[in-house]
């Protein structure tokens, strides 16, 4: 079982930048993949980026590729999101999850997530 705990949202200006962090407990964090998804209020939530076991491989929604980038430290039991040039559309609330399963279609769906962090929220004015 994993735990997973974000930090580093908060408010910021359209075209700034923010990291986010997800500590997670346990010896076994290498053997998860890792996911960042996002909620905007009365919508669904929505992959953001994936990130492998081992931190080869890497995959991001179309809206965020090139602004965002998913990484991690397996020595610290941590992933991050680096997120730049900021939108007011980019505000919600950010989730991390861990998955145990490998890349593949369904990848980007919250279900594909065994475990999730409680959430952070982000919020980017205009």
């Known amino acids: 079982q994993v735990q997973l705990v974000e930090s580093g949202g908060g408010l910021v200006q359209a075209g700034g930048s923010l990291r986010l962090s997800c500590a997670a407990s346990?010896?076994?964090?290498?053997?998860?993949?890792m996911g960042w998804f996002r909620q905007a209020p009365g919508k669904e939530r929505l992959f953001v980026a994936r990130?492998?076991?081992?931190?080869?491989?890497?995959y991001y929604a179309d809206s965020v590729k090139g602004r965002f980038t998913i990484s991690r430290d397996n020595a610290k039991n941590t992933v991050y999101l680096q997120m730049n040039s900021l939108k007011p559309e980019d505000t919600a609330v950010y989730y991390c999850?861990?998955?145990?399963?490998?890349?593949?279609?369904?990848?980007?769906?919250?279900?594909?997530?065994?475990?999730w962090g409680q959430g952070t929220q982000v919020t980017v004015s205009s």
């Open positions: 990130i492998s076991r081992s931190g080869g491989s890497t």
């Open positions: 999850a861990a998955a145990s399963t490998g890349w593949g279609p369904r990848s980007v769906m919250p279900t594909q997530y065994a475990y």
């Open positions: 346990g010896r076994t964090f290498s053997t998860y993949a």
